[in-house]
């Protein structure tokens, strides 16, 4: 694919339950992050990946979060124990490398409704 | 830490006109600045960044900004407006391999 691919686009789920969201970078792409984006604010980083590893977890807001990326490629944010504090827009991002001279390319996200 | 204001929550401005959004950052080595646009459904796209150099860098879309280290900004400009322009805008830097964003400024374009 040309861009970065989520999945799902909308999610509706109920207070408690789990929920996995996909991410696909754009291939080749070694570096991959996660953001969430509230209703009228910016994003807000969460985790990055370079390669397979987390090289930076310290945006994740409780260990209800986690993410992984087994493969080096395609990554899943999964949260447990949903809260509706958790509904949000999460958006994830894929870079060629790390450091700033390298783009980095976001795709639409997956909306997080918490009910 | 560093820290992104974007002191405008809401801008309208006609069609035709000109606009310019500010964003001022906290960060004490050099900053490397970005803008995004991000309009309804859709992903967060790279307008334009500075890394270092000419001050005034040119992006897509007929966007330009100019950086300031005196003042800490780095405001986003466009001579003449499109009703296309209509999305949200958000400020960012790049530190420690991820970015940190503003809270963004949503413009709207009159007709």
């Known amino acids: 694919g040309a861009g970065v691919s989520q999945t799902p686009s909308n999610k509706v789920t109920e207070k408690g339950k789990y929920v996995e969201l996909r991410c696909d970078p754009i291939?080749?792409?070694?570096?991959l992050y996660w953001y969430r984006q509230s209703l009228g604010q910016g994003p807000e980083f969460l985790i990055y990946?370079?390669?397979?590893?987390?090289?930076?977890d310290s945006g994740l807001p409780n260990d209800r979060f986690f993410a992984v990326r087994p493969e080096g490629s395609v990554s899943t944010l999964k949260i447990q124990r949903t809260e509706r504090g958790d509904s949000a827009v999460y958006l994830c991002?894929?870079?060629?490398?790390?450091?700033?001279?390298?783009?980095?390319?976001f795709g639409e996200g997956s909306w997080l409704t918490v009910v | 830490a560093q820290s992104v204001t974007q002191p405008d929550i809401h801008i309208t401005v006609s069609e035709g006109a000109s606009l310019e959004l500010r964003c001022n950052y906290s960060?004490?080595?050099?900053?490397?600045l970005f803008w995004y646009v991000q309009s309804p459904g859709q992903g967060l796209q790279l307008l334009l960044k500075?890394?270092?150099?000419?001050?005034l860098v040119q992006g897509i879309k007929g966007f330009e900004a100019e950086f300031k280290r005196s003042q800490s900004s780095f405001n986003l400009r466009k001579p003449s407006v499109h009703w296309s322009d209509a999305a949200e805008y958000f400020c960012?830097?790049?530190?420690?391999?991820?970015?940190?964003f503003g809270g963004g400024t949503r413009v709207l374009v009159k007709p």
């Open positions: 291939s080749g792409h070694t570096a």
């Open positions: 500075y890394f270092s150099g000419d001050t």
């Open positions: 960060y004490g080595a050099t900053p490397y």
């Open positions: 960012a830097v790049h530190q420690g391999n991820k970015l940190t």
């Open positions: 990946f370079q390669g397979t590893g987390a090289a930076d």
């Open positions: 991002a894929s870079s060629l490398g790390q450091g700033a001279g390298n783009t980095i390319y």
